[in-house]
């Protein structure tokens, strides 16, 4: 396959997936294929490794790629499980770029900046974004708007989450004029605001979704019940780099709780436990005004 080609640097643009920007980790020259777990275990109509990887083409008109068969070609299952790295060589002309394929058992985020503004606070960025998954059953049978191409605006969110090392993210989806526009993925509700979860402080991942799941069916259980969050799994790549397992999460808004107009929806602040509200209000009771001001001069 390779002989007289000349080997080429790692070059992430020179690869595709279904059409779009591969989910890669440039610095590693690894590449990621997200595949849907029920099409694998169930592998009558997969076959093999390579059948999986078969939406991974070169971006150039005659690029060929290959992926090296080895001892985990033939059991996808195994491969997935345990994030086996595939050898696999792309060839165009006299050129070829060697690299590794795993497959992950996760969708993938792939964010990319088109700004080129270094991310340091909160400042917001421009970018594009793609969510893909359920290779091995095809982005066409999947629903909703997996593998399709966004346009959006991004920052980093938080206030002490957004000092860690693993950065939360909160999206925001535009068309080409820049109006807000929608998209459904993993089956989440249809809306413009997404946020990026990097579960940071939860060691196990999986706190979080139980919290999540917890709340909504113990919510089910009271007259009116209050909407949480939904979150899903996923492997997130900003600029060509893993940053890790990530929850894609709908936002906790007036949308999701149901509000209509006139309606307000407070946030906590903080809690601070020594500014003595309960003993203020115990102090004014019977007095026709009532308010109590916090050190920020607002009502408690």
């Known amino acids: 396959v390779v002989r007289g080609t000349q080997e080429e640097d790692f070059d992430p643009s ?38 999986l990887a078969a939406g991974l083409s070169g971006s150039e008109k005659n690029a060929s790629v290959f992926l090296l068969t080895d001892d985990w070609t033939g059991v996808p299952e195994e491969a997935v499980r345990e994030s086996h ?5 792309l060839v165009s002309g006299k050129k070829r770029m060697s690299f590794q394929v795993v497959l992950t058992g996760l969708p993938a985020v792939c964010l990319h900046r088109t700004d080129q503004e270094e991310i340091v606070r909160k ?67 249809r809306d413009d605001d997404w946020i990026l979860n990097p579960l940071f402080t939860d060691s196990t991942r999986v706190r979080e979704m139980t919290a999540y799941e917890l709340w909504e ?22 600029d060509n780099e893993y940053q890790g397992i990530y929850t894609l999460m709908e936002p906790v808004d007036r949308k999701q709780l149901g509000l209509k107009r006139g309606d307000i929806l407070y946030k906590i602040d903080r809690w601070d436990w020594e500014y003595p509200y309960l003993d203020l209000y115990e102090e004014k009771e019977g007095e026709e005004e009532l308010e109590i001001l916090n050190d920020h001069g607002l009502p408690c």
């Not at 019940?225 to 996923?234: D, G």
């Open 217 to 238: 069916e113990t919510a089910s259980c009271t007259p009116g019940p209050e909407a949480s969050s939904h979150m899903k799994y996923t492997e997130v790549f900003l």
């Open 123 to 189: 400042e917001v960025h421009e970018g594009r974004i793609r969510i893909i998954t359920g290779a091995g059953s095809g982005t066409e049978n999947v629903p909703g708007d997996a593998g399709k191409e966004f346009r959006c605006t991004f920052h980093v969110r938080g206030n002490v989450s957004s000092t860690l090392d693993k950065k939360p993210y909160k999206i925001s989806l535009v068309d080409e004029r820049g109006e807000k526009t929608d998209a459904s993925w993993l089956g989440l509700r």
């Open 85 to 89: 790295p595939f050898r696999a060589v």
């Open 14 to 51: 020179a690869l595709l997936w279904e059409g779009g920007p591969v989910p890669c980790d440039a610095p590693s020259t690894t590449v990621f294929i997200p595949c849907d777990l029920q099409t694998v275990q169930g592998t009558g109509q997969t076959g093999n490794c390579k059948d």
